[in-house]
């Protein structure tokens, strides 16, 4: 199955940053919504941001606003989430999505990736 593929994620401090990239293998992004979700031991899967096709409009989760960014750049077939004084809280499996939807509750993907993990810990 076609998929898109996540790269950036480690070992990181608290208050530090890390910029996670997501590029799709064989097919074009520039139809699609994407997504940013993660996932944590002993917490249910969070939606942390999403773009629209364009780029025009972003949605971040409250938990995230003001730390992370999303961003794409279609010429690069390529989506970016900058994430800025991260917490410990921010630990998780990250993972990108691409939907003809969009919002922070979209569980509904064409394509998906297998995640990047970032750790946050002194």
């Known amino acids: 199955q076609l998929q898109l593929v996540e790269s950036g994620g480690g070992l990181v401090q608290p208050g530090g940053s890390l910029r996670l990239s997501c590029a799709a293998s064989?097919?074009?992004?520039?139809?699609?919504?994407i997504h940013w979700f993660r996932q944590a031991p002993g917490k249910e899967r969070e939606g942390v941001s999403c773009?629209?096709?364009?780029?025009?409009?972003?949605k971040h989760a409250d938990s995230v606003k003001g730390r992370f960014t999303i961003s794409r750049d279609n010429a690069k077939n390529t989506v970016y989430l900058q994430m800025n004084s991260l917490k410990p809280e921010d630990t998780a499996i990250y993972y990108c999505?691409?939907?003809?939807?969009?919002?922070?509750?979209?569980?509904?993907?064409?394509?998906w990736g297998q995640g990047t993990q970032v750790t946050v810990s002194s």
């Open positions: 999505a691409a939907s003809l939807y969009y919002g922070l509750g979209v569980t509904d993907f064409d394509y």
């Open positions: 773009i629209s096709s364009s780029g025009t409009s972003t």
């Open positions: 064989g097919f074009t992004l520039d139809p699609y919504v």
